[in-house]
């Protein structure tokens, strides 16, 4: 089937409608603010503290009413419903399809917030807890959990439920918001003006947070691998990783999504825990799985405060647990649309509650795990005089910091290079799920029947890199992050929208009676 399709050259398999206004408005914002990055950075940043001061509320409230509207749809009537035909089995085996949503959740951002987050926190903590004390450093680490826990997963699937209903239900052949939203608007809206807008707000936010992603995990690697070499880190270095990175993504994309992303992401569950293993057989290991359960149990204890904390008697500046979480929803819920549209592709076959209820607690059981044990070496190698790592923060990038705690380790070069390894492929991944996504959302081809088009997945993944190079070479990815985590706010709109189409199809159509797996016989 797909390569039937595959012999249709790219450019005829593009809605341009959506795909070139969205590539020219990333443009339009990208070259000015690389241009005036001192005076953009400034203004966005304002901008930001205002939504901070104001809004903060908001955004708390808005990520606690998704998680309550995942448990409304997991087990009310609707969580019976099935993406598809009752009868068929899942596309992914249960380990295969949490592994694939684990590596689109999580990406490689989990192995910098895991290893450094601890101490943003313990050096500016909340609560009126004393700075580097002994509870900033338990809070620092459990905020590092809450970052990767149910509300940013929850944000990351509620739209999902809509669009695996329109493409494996409804059978609709495109699988984009607007489709999503003709229950609501009607046909009118959905194939005129409004219904484009919504899949151009939907791109735009996709192509800029995706060239993010690139520029910001590139580091990641890119300091492991200057430190192992002993060489500066340099433009030259950064375009080495970034191409390197392009053309395993690249070729992963091609691949699709069972040779390459299913792949890649089951393998790299079991190089993760290999290396979670390494770190505590020859690192310090009783104090990681102590300090792992001190850390949980301030987490379990402090869910509640830290969910609903907006510093409101400070008086002064926010803190920077409440700017930082304010920051953390808006820019998840600029990536909230990617990640709906890959879960519900790849979720035919699963019930509405096998999917999210698998996005809610998969990741969140790994980030947990891999956060304890990250988070555990730095700090103990802090509390111990090894490395005084809250300096360290102040004085260096932090992804300069990384390698310094890794090479505590014995046989640290190992450490180093498994490392960037995980880091590498959750990248990856993360950017194969992205292109796949995008190609999805902007062919013109039958998504109900088909995979995207591979060549267009190779154009996808080649626009996201050299906007990405463009914008690290220039300096503009600083502003460019800022303006994601603020593309968060119409999204937030669209996905109350998807969640109320959900339910409406469901409804129209009765799919909790006549969409649902039969009793088992006994």
Known sequence: MEEEHDKTPARKLIDYRIFVPSIMIV??????????????????????DIIVAVFNWGYIWYAIILVAAGL?????????????????????????????????????????????????????????????????????N???????????????????PALGYILHV???????????????????????????????????????????????????VTYNLAHLLDIDVTFGVTLFITVLW?????????????????????????LAGGFAVFIMLVGPGVFIINYFTDTLSTLLTSYVGISLYTDSLNGGDASYMM???????????????????????????????????????????????????LGGLGVHRHVTGDLDVLSMMGDMDQMAVI???????PFAAIGIVVFAVVAMIFLITTLDSTTYTIAAYTTTQDMSKQEPSR???????????????????????????????????PIIVIQFLTIYAAIKMMKNDKAWKYNVRPPKEE
């Open 27 to 48: 443009l339009a914002m990208s070259v000015p603010l690389a241009m005036y990055e001192e005076t953009a950075l400034g203004m966005l940043e304002q901008t930001f």
């Open 72 to 140: 409304y749809l997991s087990f009310s009537k609707y969580g019976n419903v099935v993406l598809g035909d009752p009868m068929e089995k899942p596309r992914f085996s249960l380990f295969e399809y949490a592994s694939i949503l684990i590596a689109m959740g999580l990406g490689s951002t989990i192995m910098r917030t895991g290893m450094v987050e601890w101490a943003n926190v313990a050096d500016d903590p909340p609560f009126g807890m004393e700075a580097g004390s002994s509870e900033a450093l338990l809070m620092g």
């Open 142 to 160: 459990a905020y590092g959990m809450f970052m990767w826990s149910f509300q940013v997963f929850a944000i990351f699937v509620m739209a999902a």
């Open 170 to 220: 409804r059978k609709r052949p495109l699988m984009r918001i607007s489709e999503a939203c003709r229950v609501i608007f009607g046909d009118r809206f959905t194939d005129g003006a409004g219904g484009r807008l919504l899949d151009i707000i939907f791109l735009v936010s996709i192509l800029s947070g995706a060239a993010v992603t690139l520029g910001l995990g590139t580091p990641i």
């Open 246 to 270: 392009v053309i395993f993504f690249s070729i992963s994309a091609y691949v699709g999504i069972d040779r390459g992303i299913k792949r890649l992401s089951t393998f790299n569950m079991y």
């Open 323 to 373: 700017s930082n979480t304010v920051f953390w929803f808006a820019y998840s819920a600029t990536w909230a649309m990617l990640h709906s549209v890959f879960a519900a592709k790849i979720s035919q076959g699963r019930t509405i509650r096998e999917m999210i209820l698998t996005y809610l607690l998969a990741p969140t059981a790994l980030s947990w795990l891999a956060t304890g044990v």
């Open 403 to 409: 390698p310094e705690i890794l090479s505590t380790l």
């Open 455 to 489: 060549m267009l997945r190779i154009v996808v993944a080649g626009i996201i890199a050299a906007v990405a190079l463009v914008m690290m070479r220039v300096g503009g990815l600083p502003p460019l992050e800022v303006v994601s985590g603020l593309m968060g706010l």
